[in-house]
């Protein structure tokens, strides 16, 4: 069964780091979400992609965070420096079209900034 | 602005019970709910969509309800099992495609 990929699992890194995380969706999902989960909390949107354009950004801490899915297939979310606050929970999540399907996740890579 | 509730948010039952957790919204415009499943540092696993036209799902032990009316959705768990613990999320599906999510309700089925 075809499955959303996240590397890496785990990343520890100092602040004022940079650290970026990779995501390959589902082959044929035409869109790619970034979410954060900090602990106890459910998953908020950081950055929505429809093939290789932005839908939405608008949770996305831009002054330090960048994404980018340049061929609309593989995506890159990039923490630049990285912050105490950062540490979370990081979901991609591919879904085959826009609205009224299911999302699918990946196994999220989980972030500890020291 | 959307706001999604989760109750409880813990809940710890003996094996062989059936239960229910709730979910509430204050903006009845969506047009799915969707409910899932997270494994203690696992990414998330969906159990059932409901689309906004629907009152309710159901798959194996699991049966999701619908009323938009009210703002509320219901999982109903039946004959809970030591391998149904874990976290459960509900989502609801804005007009903008954006998936809000609850809090979550942690569930413990001991033996």
């Known amino acids: 069964e075809a499955e959303v990929a996240q590397s890496p699992r785990y990343k520890i890194t100092e602040k004022s780091q940079a650290v970026a995380f990779w995501c390959d969706p589902i082959?044929?999902?035409?869109?790619l979400y970034w979410y954060r989960q900090i602990l106890g909390q459910g998953p908020e949107l950081l950055v929505q992609f429809q093939d290789e354009s932005v839908v939405d950004d608008s949770q996305l801490p831009k002054d330090r965070f960048s994404a980018e899915r340049l061929k609309g297939v593989d995506s890159t979310l990039k923490i630049q420096p990285a912050e105490l606050g950062d540490s979370a929970m990081y979901l991609c999540?591919?879904?085959?079209?826009?609205?009224?399907?299911?999302?699918?996740f990946g196994p999220g890579t989980r972030l500890l900034v020291l | 602005k959307q706001e999604v509730t989760q109750i409880p948010a813990a809940l710890s039952v003996p094996e062989g019970e059936n239960l229910v957790l709730n979910c509430s919204f204050t903006?009845?415009?969506?047009?799915?709910l969707q409910w899932f499943r997270q494994d203690p540092g696992k990414g998330l696993t969906s159990l059932l969509l409901i689309q906004s036209s629907q009152r309710e799902q159901t798959s194996g032990r699991l049966n999701a309800s619908l009323d938009k009316s009210s703002g509320r959705s219901t999982l109903y768990i039946a004959a809970s099992q030591p391998g149904d613990s874990a976290t459960y999320l509900c989502a609801l599906r804005s007009s903008t495609d954006k998936l809000i999510f609850g809090t979550g309700t942690r569930l413990q089925v001991f033996p």
């Open positions: 082959s044929g999902h035409a869109t």
């Open positions: 903006d009845s415009a969506i047009y799915n």
């Open positions: 999540a591919s879904s085959l079209a826009y609205r009224q399907e299911t999302q699918y």
